[in-house]
Nanobody, 122 residues
């Protein structure tokens, strides 16, 4: 069984910074993509940032230049450094990973963390 556990959310003033961390554990043969999504009430979950195999990154236009995603392959972790935070960044942030959990099968599966609240308010 695979688990993704997030940490680092909280309350921050506009212009401030937060760093989110996510650790994947359990039955992991390999990890393909790792990323962060966010969701606000009544809206669909949206991509914030993702790391694609080969090192490419994909950012939402709204966070480009402010957020940075990074990954530690040895530790199976992915972080999101969020700077110059705005009230519109307020959301529940979810870690996502595409993982191969079985040696005997090559299937990849998508896993999600439980979510961590980020609130940007004065």
């Amino acid at each position: 069984q695979v688990q993704l556990v997030e940490s680092g959310g909280g309350l921050v003033q506009p212009g401030g910074s937060l760093r989110l961390s996510c650790a994947a554990s359990g039955s992991i043969v390999s990890i393909n993509t790792m990323g962060w999504y966010r969701q606000t009430p009544g809206k669909q979950r949206e991509l914030v940032a993702a790391l694609i195999p080969g090192g490419s990154t994909n950012y939402a236009d709204s966070v480009k230049g402010r957020f940075t995603i990074s990954r530690d392959n040895a530790k199976n972790t992915v972080d999101l450094q969020m700077n110059s935070l705005k009230p519109e960044d307020t959301a529940v942030y979810y870690c996502q990973a595409v993982i191969r959990p079985s040696v005997s099968r090559s299937n990849l599966y998508q896993y999600w963390g439980q979510g961590t609240q980020v609130t940007v308010s004065s």
